[in-house]
C-alpha cells in the first residue's frame, strides 16, 4: 500500500518568515495530493491541493509543489502569521477514472508548525 | 466544516462495552469516510462508503462495523471496545473522491 513520509516534524519560523514542508510517497499510481491544516481540538482543514497534472499551485501566501519523478509534494508558506500555527498535514490518494478507488487518503505524521511574533 | 457534524464529542467506554458515533452531514456528499487520529500520528482509514448501501473497509477496519442506509448519516459502530481503540476520531464527507471535509471528531477513551 501507499507510504507517506512528512518532515519536518516540528517547524518554528519567526513571524514574517517562510516555511516548508515536505513530503515523500511510495504509490507512482498516486495522483491526488491535498494539504490539511489542523488546529487544535478541532478537525483538519483542506488548504490546498494539487493534482498529478500540474507541477504547482498557489493560493494566496500558500503555494504546494510536486515532483512526480521523484515522488515528493512540498507546502511553502510565505510571510508567515503566528495563525498560521497549527499541525499540517499532507496525504496522497489514488483517484481512477469514474472516480476509482474513492479517494481513500494516506496521511503523513504531521507536521507541528508555530510561528514566533 | 462544511456541514459535518458529529456526536458525541467526548465519551468514556469501559472495556467490553459497544457504541455507536453518530456522523451526519448536510452537504449532500455522496462520499463519506470514518479516520482514527492516534496521538501524534496521521490520521488513518478506518471505512468509507462512496454512497447510501455502500460501504468498504479501510487500512484499519478491525474492531468496527459502519452503515449507510442514508446519504446523510454514518454511523460507526464499535463492538467489545478495546483499549487499542482509543483515539479521536473524525468523521469526512466530500461530493466526490477529492476534496475531504472533515468533522470535529470524537475523543474516545477505552478504560
Known amino acids: 500500500g501507499e507510504n507517506v513520509e512528512q518532515h519536518p516534524s516540528t517547524l518554528s519560523v519567526q513571524e514574517g518568515d517562510s516555511a516548508v514542508i515536505k513530503c515523500t510517497y511510495s504509490?507512482?499510481?498516486?495522483?491526488?495530493f491535498p494539504w490539511y491544516k489542523q488546529e487544535l481540538g478541532k478537525g483538519p482543514q483542506l488548504i490546498i491541493d494539487i493534482r498529478s497534472n500540474v507541477g504547482e499551485k498557489k493560493d494566496q501566501r500558500i503555494a504546494v509543489t510536486l515532483n512526480k519523478t521523484a515522488k515528493h509534494f512540498s507546502l511553502h508558506i510565505t510571510e508567515t502569521q503566528p495563525e498560521d500555527s497549527a499541525v499540517y498535514f499532507c496525504?496522497?490518494?489514488?483517484?481512477?477514472?469514474?472516480?476509482?478507488?474513492?479517494?481513500?487518503?494516506?496521511f503523513g505524521q504531521g507536521t507541528i508548525l508555530t510561528v514566533h511574533p | 466544516n462544511a456541514g459535518v457534524t458529529q456526536t458525541p464529542k467526548f465519551r468514556i467506554l469501559k472495556i467490553g462495552q459497544s457504541m455507536t458515533l453518530q456522523c451526519t452531514q448536510d452537504m449532500n456528499h455522496n462520499y463519506m469516510y470514518w479516520y482514527r487520529q492516534d496521538p501524534g500520528m496521521g490520521l488513518k482509514l478506518i471505512y468509507y462508503s462512496v454512497g447510501a448501501g455502500i460501504t468498504d473497509k479501510g487500512e484499519v477496519p478491525n474492531g468496527y462495523n459502519v452503515s449507510r442506509s442514508t446519504t446523510e448519516d454514518f454511523p460507526l459502530r464499535l463492538e467489545l471496545a478495546a483499549p487499542s481503540q482509543t483515539s479521536v476520531y473524525f468523521c469526512a464527507g466530500g461530493q466526490g473522491p477529492y476534496e475531504q471535509y472533515f468533522g470535529p471528531g470524537t475523543r474516545l477513551t477505552v478504560t
Open positions: 504509490d507512482s499510481a498516486s495522483n491526488y
Open positions: 496525504a496522497a490518494s489514488k483517484v481512477g477514472a469514474g472516480g476509482t478507488s474513492y479517494g481513500k487518503l494516506t
